[in-house]
């Protein structure tokens, strides 16, 4: 056993009582993403919802999905058109990874001749042979995680997932004792050590009367709760990653860069006038989004990659 003490039966069940209690008071039914089932609607959220907090993607998710209601309608715009939407969201390059995701969602349903099955609750049976977790983590920027989530909140789906939410619940209430910041990364608890227990609570939220869907919104809801409250895994979790400070980083670099690009083609001796770095700070990240193939360069100029 790698983490600090195994968890015992009761300590679960509580884990669910508080979470349906929480859930049945404070739960975030009105977020715009838990009042549709349609996969696509729900595969932009969780893409917008990587790294960046709630209050910060709703207004951004009903922009998006009300100029591009669908995947047709992604594919069909240009990446320019999609960046200038996603502006503001941070790490641009989810939006290159959306954008193409809808391309390989368009052709494969023209390949297949049929529709992305959006029916309330399917029961496995009857699913779009388009919509499965194979296709799903075939996607750029999908991966385990998102694929599985699409799964629930569309097709509400007994999928087992964590994500930082849930991993915040279940190791405060499972792995809480005698760790202490000193301790090596091999006392800390991993997702392999969770995921069964987590399998375990979505068959007891289940008998309590909540659908996979139900249950991980509230899952979703109490762990951010818990965060605000100042709570934090970071000696627990064999995940946790110090994020580096955005002010000065390459990350802000890379929005001041596009977000300037939007508004025309430039060359890195613009660029380094308009976003106050040094030239060779300027020069890394624009081979670096030219690699990604979010920019061009035609002569001694940038622009925003139409592809």
């Known amino acids: 056993m790698l983490g600090a003490m195994q968890p015992h039966k009761w300590e679960l069940k ?3 009582r508080d979470v349906i ?13 838990r009042k549709t089932r ?16 709630v209050d910060r993607v709703i207004p951004k998710y009903e922009a998006f999905t009300a100029a591009f209601p669908d995947a047709a309608t992604l594919a069909h715009a240009s990446f320019p058109q999609v960046l200038a939407l996603w502006s503001g969201l941070g790490y641009n390059r989810r939006a290159k990874y959306l954008h193409e995701a809808a391309k390989m969602i368009r052709s494969a349903k023209t390949l297949r001749g049929g529709e992305i099955n959006t029916t309330p609750t399917p029961p496995r049976s009857v699913f779009s042979p388009l919509l499965n977790l194979e296709f799903l983590e075939s996607l750029p920027g999908v991966g385990t995680y998102t694929a599985r989530a699409v799964m ?15 991993r915040t619940i279940f190791t405060h209430y499972l792995f809480c004792g005698g760790l202490s910041s000193a301790d090596s990364a091999a006392q800390r608890v991993g997702d392999a050590e969770l995921l069964p227990l987590v399998a375990d609570a979505l068959a007891l939220a289940k ?36 994020q580096s400070t955005f002010k000065g980083s390459a990350r802000q670099l890379r929005g001041m860069i596009l977000r300037e690009l939007l508004k025309s083609a ?9 976003t106050a770095r ?16 979010v920019l061009t360069k035609i002569g001694k100029k940038y622009s925003i990659a139409n592809a």
Request: charged share 25%; net charge negative.
């Open 207 to 242: 008998q309590a009367g909540l659908s996979p869907r139900e249950w991980y919104g509230a899952l979703m809801d109490f762990g951010s709760h818990l965060k605000r409250q100042g709570l934090r895994i970071n000696n627990r979790s064999a995940h946790y990653a110090k």
């Open 278 to 293: 040094p030239i060779t700070e300027v020069e890394h990240e624009l081979a670096k989004l030219v690699k990604e193939n």
């Open 21 to 33: 209690a929480y859930h049945e008071t404070h739960g975030r039914d009105h977020l715009p993403w």
């Open 152 to 166: 629930t909140f569309a097709y509400d789906s007994d999928e087992v997932f964590i994500e930082t939410n849930i």
């Open 38 to 53: 349609d996969p696509y609607r729900i595969l932009v959220s969780e893409v917008m919802l990587q790294q960046t907090q």
């Open 266 to 274: 430039a060359t890195p001796n613009a660029l380094e006038k308009a």
């Open 14 to 16: 509580q884990l669910v």
